[in-house]
Antibody, heavy 121, light 107 residues
């Protein structure tokens, strides 16, 4: 059973870079092209926002609202993918989820447990 | 961006009730519409993909319908474990967008 696990700091200072990693367990390869490897966030008490995804470990698609600050990349040797969000503010405080999307219907069929990142000095 | 609007934002219902949640897209999305259930402190779980495809392991009391811009999620007989927040999500185009959520509470 493939699992996703987010890791990274829980506290980031304003204007710094938020970096998270999602490890994909054995049985799922980020290099296979079978899925889109995604990041989604949820501010406390609010709804879900799609940030972007990586496909085939080379192509990435981003939400235009974040495009200038966001990079999603993959490390095939470790079978993990990462999020880097620059110049963060309090508005970036959220639970960050990594998720797997199925290309045909675009649904997110597998999620990590989520990690809370707080932006504060 | 395609805007997804759910109604109602919240509802109170009793065990055994039939519940219907609607989701409207701001433009045509064919059947590229997915439904999720989220319980407090947990990641969302996909219930239905492509408007009406029930995911493996999801009880048959859940069903979805719709095409174009208007969609529904129906729970035919609400169970205690169904009290949660439900989200719709379009996968017709990027950026992927979600509805604001519908919280189903115990009456």
């Amino acid at each position: 059973q493939v699992q996703l696990q987010e890791s990274g700091p829980g506290l980031v200072e304003p204007l710094q870079t938020l970096s998270l990693t999602c490890a994909v367990s054995t049985g799922g390869s980020i290099n296979s092209g079978d899925y889109y490897w995604s990041w989604i966030r949820q501010p406390p008490g609010k709804g879900l926002e799609w940030l972007g995804y990586m496909y085939n470990s080379r192509s990435s698609y981003y939400n235009p609202s974040l495009k200038s600050r966001l990079v999603i990349s993959g490390d095939t040797s470790k079978n993990q993918f990462s999020l880097n969000l620059t110049s963060v503010t309090a508005a970036d405080t959220a639970v960050y989820y990594c998720a797997r999307a199925r290309p045909m219907w675009g649904d997110f069929d597998l999620w990590g447990q989520g990690t809370l990142v707080t932006v504060s000095s | 961006d395609i805007q997804m609007t759910q109604s109602p934002s919240s509802l109170s219902a009793s065990v055994g009730d039939r519940v219907t949640i609607t989701c409207r897209a701001s433009q045509f999305i064919s059947t590229f519409l997915n439904w999720y259930q989220q319980k407090p402190g947990k990641a969302p779980k996909v219930l239905i993909s492509a408007s009406n495809n029930l995911q493996s392991g999801v009880p048959s009391r859940f069903s979805g319908d719709g095409v174009g811009t208007d969609f529904t999620l129906t729970i035919t007989s609400l169970q205690p474990e169904d009290f949660a927040t439900y989200y719709c999500q379009q996968s017709y185009s990027t950026p992927r967008t979600f509805g604001q959520g519908t919280k189903v509470e115990i009456k």
